[in-house]
């Protein structure tokens, strides 16, 4: 809604810009021309000025200018100081001479060359402006979000109250289960590790590894109630304690083994997962048995793709991501630099 205010802002400010303009010339004209030759001049001078500051703003600089075509956009400027310069002086000599000049005026070239230089000050001017747009585009964009942060904040400070009495509920639920059968009262922990992980971790630019660790954990240990024959998970975790990276990296493949990894029917169930530092590098890779086909599909393909388009907003192209299928083997490798 904001934005919709915003675009109709930007323009009003250039449509008050131009009758400042108009005003301006007309005005300075007024005293030594009069009223009908100050219009006149005041149109076509001011359509003049507005065809080279649009015209560079929105055409020639983003389409030249910011491309790289450096000489294309020179050869180019001047042509349209040119052009504009001749025009604006064939139209104001003939214009005066239709309604103004008590004698007819031959027309030349130099007379119209000499209309030429003053688009050279307006052109220089047309820089100025595109850098005023920017500017108030920026500063726009700047209050949009810190509105839009300051909303957020606010939602997510809405959105604690209702989680923080379910995590209370399931810690005296789990107090309660505890007595008569443990085993339920751990998966209630576990569970309540997880939403705490989404709330409290997750929103974080970067958490523990032990905590992302904990997390795949009790996710792990959650999913295996739904298998019947259970499953043979290892873990090889070698890494610094106190390592930092961003939550929720290396829950993509995991999540993609208990979709498409595990056969609930089966008794041959088992997964490998490794978690190494090395060499300033974190490797996490997974291996399972394949069992559901989409794991090569969109649902799989889909989750991968966000994978990698975060990656890329955090590491540029300085990761890997590897993925292969051989032998009925599901593999994943992803490499992350430590910085």
């Known amino acids: 809604m904001r934005t919709e205010k915003y675009r109709p802002g930007i323009l009003q400010l250039q449509v008050w810009i131009w009758i400042a303009v108009f005003l301006l010339i007309f005005f300075s004209l007024l005293p030594m021309d009069g009223y009908r030759r100050s219009i006149i001049y005041t149109v076509v001078n001011t359509a003049s000025y507005a065809i080279i500051i649009y015209g560079n703003i929105l055409f020639l600089y983003p389409v030249f200018y910011q491309k790289g075509r450096f000489v294309w956009y020179g050869l180019l400027v001047g042509l349209l100081l040119v052009a504009t310069g001749v025009l604006r002086g064939y139209v104001t000599l003939t214009l005066y001479q239709h309604f103004l000049a008590l004698k007819s005026v031959p027309l030349n070239w130099l007379a119209l060359l000499n209309y030429v230089p003053g688009g050279v000050l307006v052109y220089i001017l047309s820089l100025i402006f595109r850098i005023a747009i920017e500017y108030f585009n920026l500063k726009q964009q700047t209050e949009e979000i810190l509105l839009e942060k300051s909303q957020a904040e606010l939602?997510?400070?809405?959105?604690?109250?209702?989680?923080?009495?379910?995590?209370?509920t399931l810690n005296n639920i789990y107090y309660e289960a505890y007595k008569s059968d443990p085993l339920t009262a751990g998966l209630i922990e576990r569970l309540s590790d997880i939403m705490?992980?989404?709330?409290?971790?997750?929103?974080?630019?970067?958490?523990?590894?032990?905590?992302?660790?904990?997390?795949?954990?009790?996710?792990?240990?959650?999913?295996?109630?739904?298998?019947?024959?259970?499953?043979?998970?290892?873990?090889?975790k070698t890494f610094d304690p106190g390592l930092h990276i961003p939550p929720m990296l290396l829950?993509?493949?995991?999540?993609?083994?208990?979709?498409?990894?595990i056969n609930k029917s089966s008794s041959q169930n088992q997964i490998a997962i490794s978690l190494v530092q090395k060499d300033n590098y974190l490797t996490f890779k997974t291996s399972n048995r394949i069992f559901d086909p989409p794991a090569t599909g969109k649902s799989a393909g889909f989750g991968i793709l966000n994978l990698t388009r975060r990656?890329?907003?955090?590491?540029?192209?300085?990761?890997?991501?590897?993925?292969?299928q051989h032998g009925g083997v599901y593999n994943a490798a992803l490499k992350i630099p430590l910085i």
Do not use: C
Request: glycine share 4%; aromatic share 14%.
């Open 251 to 261: 829950m993509t493949f995991v999540e993609n083994i208990f979709k498409h990894g």
């Open 311 to 324: 990656l890329r907003m955090l590491y540029g192209s300085n990761f890997e991501l590897a993925i292969d």
């Open 196 to 236: 705490r992980y989404f709330v409290d971790e997750s929103p974080k630019d970067k958490v523990p590894v032990t905590t992302e660790v904990t997390f795949i954990e009790n996710y792990m240990e959650l999913e295996k109630i739904r298998i019947r024959h259970g499953v043979v998970i290892t873990f090889e």
């Open 155 to 168: 939602n997510l400070l809405k959105s604690q109250v209702q989680p923080h009495f379910l995590f209370n």
